[in-house]
């Protein structure tokens, strides 16, 4: 007859299920994994295997007590930890989606949208082409390994019960909004400059000659003009999505405290 003891039981609490809490609310939020395309029982099955493939490297995990009240309270930090990570690495696919909108309203392509799929919400189609280069460009420069490498780490700079985000960390997280608004607006501000230099020509046009249709001929040409200026700007697009990897990876090792 197998006998389990608590001292058994508090092991594979400490050993188990520690790093699950934590790898688990990294993969709800993450992109790729976190997408609403990925059943919720699928990314707990990810995580769970997950878990047991990094047990052999992991820190040792502290011996608590499998009905301690702490427990409640390191669930919460692993909880916030990965949330936190998923997060940041989130925000990086959302720059993308606000520029691509921010450019659909200028060019008057604000009433197509479409149903993005991963998050649930309808989008422009130009944020669904933004996203959509963003996701195959991160995918091929191994930017989900360069994730999930800053997870594993943060495992021996933030021990489970033992380490936890700081206020500094919280409050450079908070900030990391502003940086995908001003990035957001960094990448779509020349195609926005160009339309602001159309439409004040249209109102020129507008004022010097009262008879001319401005609005059927305004529309297709700065369609027209969006598009050529967005097709001249994706030559940097590569240089842009690295710095914006580079500065996503600082950030999040910031937080878990990586040198």
Same mark, same amino acid.
């Given at each position: 007859?197998?006998?389990?003891?608590?001292?058994?039981?508090?092991s594979w609490?400490?050993?188990?299920l520690?790093p699950?809490?934590?790898?688990?609310?990294?993969f709800m939020?993450?992109?790729?994994?976190?997408?609403?395309?990925?059943?919720v029982?699928?990314?707990?099955?990810?995580?769970?295997?997950?878990t047991l493939?990094l047990?052999?490297?992991?820190?040792?995990?502290?011996?608590?007590e499998?009905l301690?009240?702490?427990?409640?309270?390191?669930?919460?930090?692993q909880?916030?930890?990965?949330? =936190?990570? *998923?997060?940041?690495?989130?925000? #990086?696919? $959302?720059? /993308?989606?606000?520029?691509?909108?921010? +450019?659909?309203?200028? &060019?008057g392509?604000?009433?197509?949208?479409?149903?993005?799929? =991963?998050? *649930?919400?309808?989008?422009?189609? #130009?944020? $669904?082409? /933004?996203?959509?280069?963003?996701?195959? +460009?991160?995918?091929? &420069?191994?930017?989900?390994?360069?994730?999930?490498?800053?997870?594993?780490?943060s495992f021996?700079?933030?021990?489970?019960? $033992?380490? /936890?985000i700081?206020?500094?960390?919280?409050?450079?997280?908070?900030?990391?909004?502003?940086?995908?608004?001003?990035?957001?607006?960094?990448?779509?501000?020349p195609?926005?400059?160009?339309?602001?230099l159309?439409n004040?020509?249209?109102?020129?046009?507008a004022?010097?000659?009262?008879?001319?249709n401005?609005?059927?001929?305004?529309?297709?040409v700065?369609?027209?003009?969006?598009?050529?200026?967005?097709?001249?700007?994706?030559?940097g697009?590569?240089?842009?999505i690295?710095?914006?990897?580079?500065?996503l990876t600082?950030?999040?090792?910031?937080?878990?405290?990586?040198?």
């Open positions: 007859m197998i006998e389990i003891t608590d001292a058994q039981i508090s609490v400490s050993h188990i520690w699950f809490f934590r790898i688990t609310a990294f939020i993450v992109p790729l994994f976190g997408s609403r395309l990925v059943p029982p699928i990314r707990i099955l990810l995580s769970l295997i997950t493939m047990y052999p490297v992991l820190p040792k995990m502290p011996d608590i499998a301690a009240l702490t427990n409640i309270v390191i669930i919460a930090h909880f916030v930890i990965g949330f =936190a990570l *998923g997060f940041l690495a989130l925000t #990086l696919f $959302q720059v /993308f989606i606000l520029a691509g909108q921010t +450019i659909a309203m200028q &060019m392509l604000g009433y197509a949208s479409m149903v993005d799929p =991963a998050n *649930g919400v309808s989008v422009t189609v #130009l944020s $669904q082409w /933004f996203l959509t280069i963003v996701t195959l +460009i991160f995918v091929s &420069m191994n930017g989900h390994l360069v994730v999930f490498e800053v997870l594993v780490e021996y700079t933030l021990p489970v019960g $033992q380490g /936890f700081s206020e500094q960390g919280a409050f450079e997280l908070a900030q990391w909004g502003g940086w995908m608004f001003a990035s957001a607006i960094s990448i779509a501000l195609a926005v400059a160009s339309l602001l159309v004040l020509s249209f109102g020129i046009m004022r010097t000659a009262p008879a001319m401005i609005f059927s001929l305004g529309f297709p700065t369609m027209v003009v969006g598009l050529f200026v967005l097709w001249l700007s994706f030559s697009v590569l240089s842009v690295r710095t914006h990897m580079l500065e600082d950030m999040m090792k910031n937080i878990v405290f990586i040198p």
